[in-house]
């Protein structure tokens, strides 16, 4: 059996050619296809990449924020922190986990809370539609620092869950959420040193009610307190612009 060439044609050179051509243009469509469904699928997890990389650097950031504000240097000799109010922003903005590790570090376990003495007089429960409104003006102006559970922020914001002076005579936190406090304060064992500055925009009733709100909740069992107690203590101290120390208020 011998191969015979078909006459008149050349050699086979041009058809392999030909197929040679064919097959490069298939392995370059094929790879342009290739290309472009790569580049459809990478769009969208790449913009989540992009996202996922700036909560992250958010979050070291304010963890470096953090870490920065509670160092050995800003601690009085009691252990607490001397944190400005403007960097107060700095540390709610931070995760409370890493708030935690970096105390947890820093200082030892606050010793557990005694309880809050109880009031000499009846215990009057304060209605639900008070405790409700009061809930409400907590949410807006004290959650950010005294936490939605009320304990705090220790060394930096105290707690007012089982804190005397938040049972006690309504008159001193009246003073203070109106002009704000600032001073050594001891807190169920832990010293504060920092400030809290005046709550603005709130009404006699919204002081009233957000006392009377944190007077029934997180363990604490103090009576209700009135517009006109707020009222009262509000025009005796009118004028007043500077912050309350503690040291004037009695407060150690
Ligand atoms: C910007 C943060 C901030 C806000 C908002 C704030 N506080 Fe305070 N609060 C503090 C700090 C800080 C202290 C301690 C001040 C010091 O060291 O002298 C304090 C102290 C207190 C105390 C006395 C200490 C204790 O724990 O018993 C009470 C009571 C209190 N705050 C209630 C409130 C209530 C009620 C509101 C809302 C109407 C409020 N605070 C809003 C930061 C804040």
């Not at 050594?184 to 920092?194: E, H, L, Q």
């Not at 500077?242 to 004037?248: C, F, L, Q, S």
Request: aromatic share 4%; proline share 10%.
């Amino acid at each position: 059996m011998s191969e015979q060439p078909s006459p008149g044609s050349r050699p086979l050179l041009p058809g392999q050619i030909a197929s040679w051509l064919r097959l490069v243009c298939l392995i370059a469509a094929a790879l342009i296809v290739t290309a472009y469904a790569y580049l459809a699928v990478r769009q969208a997890p790449d913009e989540d990449a992009l996202r996922r990389k700036a909560q992250k650097d958010l979050r070291a950031e304010n963890a470096k924020k953090a870490q920065a504000l509670l160092t050995e240097p800003a601690r009085n000799a009691d252990g607490s922190y001397r944190i400005p109010v403007k960097d107060a922003t700095a540390l709610i903005a931070a995760d409370n986990k890493v708030i935690a590790k970096i105390q947890a570090a820093a200082a030892p376990a606050p010793a557990p809370a005694p309880a809050a003495p109880a009031a000499a007089e009846a215990f009057v429960k304060a209605s639900d539609d008070q405790m409700k409104r009061g809930a409400a003006v907590y949410a807006r102006t004290c959650i950010a620092c005294h936490q939605p559970t009320g304990m705090g922020l220790p060394p930096v914001f105290p707690p007012i869950a089982n804190a005397p002076i938040v049972v006690g005579n309504p008159e001193l936190p009246i003073k203070f959420i109106l002009q704000g406090l600032m001073g050594p304060i001891t807190v169920n064992g832990t010293t504060y040193n920092s400030m809290m500055p005046p709550v603005a925009g709130v009404t006699d009733a919204d002081v009233a009610d957000v006392l009377t709100y944190v007077r029934q909740s997180f363990g604490n069992q103090g009576n209700p307190v009135s517009a006109d107690q707020v009222k009262a203590v509000r025009a005796a101290t009118a004028g007043r612009t500077a912050m309350w120390t503690t040291a004037e208020l009695g407060l150690k």
